[in-house]
């Protein structure tokens, strides 16, 4: 009896090679940084991309805990007022958004509360109403001479 045709098979790239059931080696896992399981470290040949190096991911990821580290530095709150917590402000100044360190200098004027001294006194109504839209919780009150704003910072 003659035998069944077999189909031709599809055109295009092979099928990929099947994993074996076996558990894989710790020691080839310390070994490979690529991840394709041949413990040599570099990418699989045939044209795959190259997986990043986990040397390489570690490093980048410092960097990048260490720069946000750097910019909250001063804006996270604490039980000390710090002017830098004021740096994020916007106000509408002169018919303009503008950031409140150019209408005004920030100080702390004690431990728990800033003092907002304005360059222009006519901004104060503003000055106040854009510490309370920010967000932080803060609540500005008018005080201490003309064109100047008290913030007590809350515990």
Same mark, same amino acid.
């Given at each position: 009896?003659?035998?069944?045709?077999?189909?031709?098979?599809?055109?295009?790239?092979?099928?990929?090679?099947?994993?074996?059931?076996?558990?894989?080696?710790?020691?080839?896992?310390?070994?490979?940084?690529?991840?394709?399981? @041949?413990?040599?470290?570099?990418? $699989?040949? *045939?044209?795959? +991309? =190259? %997986?990043?190096?986990? &040397?390489? !991911?570690? #490093?980048?990821?410092?960097?990048?805990?260490?720069?946000?580290?750097?910019?909250?530095?001063?804006?996270?709150?604490?039980?000390?007022?710090?002017?830098?917590?004021? @740096?994020?402000?916007?106000?509408? $100044?002169? *018919?303009?958004? +503008? =950031? %409140?360190?150019?209408? &005004?200098? !920030?100080? #702390?004027?004690?431990?728990?509360?800033?003092?907002?001294?304005?360059?222009?006194?006519?901004?104060?109504?503003?000055?106040?109403?854009?510490?309370?839209?920010?967000?932080?919780?803060?609540?500005?009150?008018?005080? *201490?001479?003309?064109?100047?704003?008290?913030?007590?910072?809350?515990?």
């Amino acid at each position: 009896r003659p035998l069944p045709r077999q189909k031709n098979p599809a055109p295009g790239p092979p099928p990929p090679a099947k994993k074996s059931r076996g558990a894989p080696s710790a020691s080839a896992d310390e070994d490979d940084d690529d991840g394709d399981g @041949d413990g040599d470290g570099d990418a $699989a040949a *045939g044209g795959a +991309a =190259a %997986l990043p190096r986990l &040397a390489d !991911v570690k #490093a980048e990821m410092a960097a990048a805990v260490a720069q946000f580290a750097a910019e909250r530095a001063g804006k996270m709150r604490s039980a000390e007022a710090s002017p830098a917590m004021l @740096d994020d402000v916007v106000v509408e $100044a002169y *018919g303009a958004r +503008a =950031a %409140l360190k150019t209408v &005004a200098a !920030v100080f #702390a004027r004690d431990g728990r509360t800033l003092a907002v001294r304005l360059h222009d006194p006519g901004l104060l109504r503003a000055v106040e109403k854009g510490i309370r839209g920010a967000g932080l919780g803060l609540n500005p009150v008018p005080g *201490g001479g003309d064109g100047e704003v008290m913030v007590p910072v809350p515990q």
